[in-house]
């Protein structure tokens, strides 16, 4: 698994730059606060939905109106509270992840008690809030985004061109799968659990204390099922928090 500091910097240093240079805000921003003064600034960008066109004297249309250094930063404004609550709230998901995908989770002897099994069966249930949290999030980003760029005061094209690359810029089949497969560990983690509660004392410890030995044929045959199942979808979540860090 990955280390939390790890994973904690590449949401800083990747998933919001690699979103802004998809959406082509940054080469905009960097464009923009290179051109020179002038009474009405123009600035040509490769992104076709952004171009404002290379009229002289400064004179707009209906059709392409002007981006100036100060509409874009306060575009940026508006975007980074809506991504940055998605970052945050995302990165907490992740840590509480990592807590039930460590081993004592999957080894029945680091539970004192069955009262600790239904403790953790309360932190489970809040990994779940916080999963459906940072999904509600996701499935709102467009309306919080158009709330936020309300505020701003730019023209509404520019708004709604901006926001399109915004949301164009995630890279949702990622997210989905991710989406999935932490529903999937959820699960799974709740079934393991449950199945602490129900058998109860019927294991023992070994040589190796990640391996405890079942004194029920049928009791060790779904633990190993459990177990496989959740270090499968826990490597699968890996690789997709991987692809969205990177």
Known sequence: MRSKLDFKKGLVNGVLPLI????????????AQETSPAPKPQIN??????RSSAKPSGTTTAEEPQVNPQEIERLSKAADKV????????SDLYLRVSYFEK?????????????????WREILQQLKEKHDLVTQLYADVGKNLD???????????????????????FPWATIEKKKN????????QAKLLLFYEKNW??????????KPEFTSASAANIYKKLRDQILNTSGEIEKEYKEMSE
């Open 181 to 188: 497969l932490i529903a999937d560990f959820i699960s799974e």
């Open 201 to 210: 004392g019927c294991w023992t410890s070994t040589s190796d204390s990640n």
């Open 45 to 50: 960008s490769d992104n076709p939905a952004l």
């Open 83 to 90: 991504l940055n609550r998605i970052q945050s709230e995302e």
């Open 20 to 31: 802004i240079a998809l959406t082509g805000f940054g080469a905009l921003l960097a464009q």
């Open 147 to 169: 709330a936020e760029l309300r505020n701003v005061g730019v023209n509404e094209e520019i708004a709604a061109r901006f926001k399109k690359f915004i949301i164009d810029g």
């Open 103 to 119: 081993p004592d989770r999957l080894n029945p002897n680091s539970y004192a008690s069955k009262e600790e099994v239904a403790e």
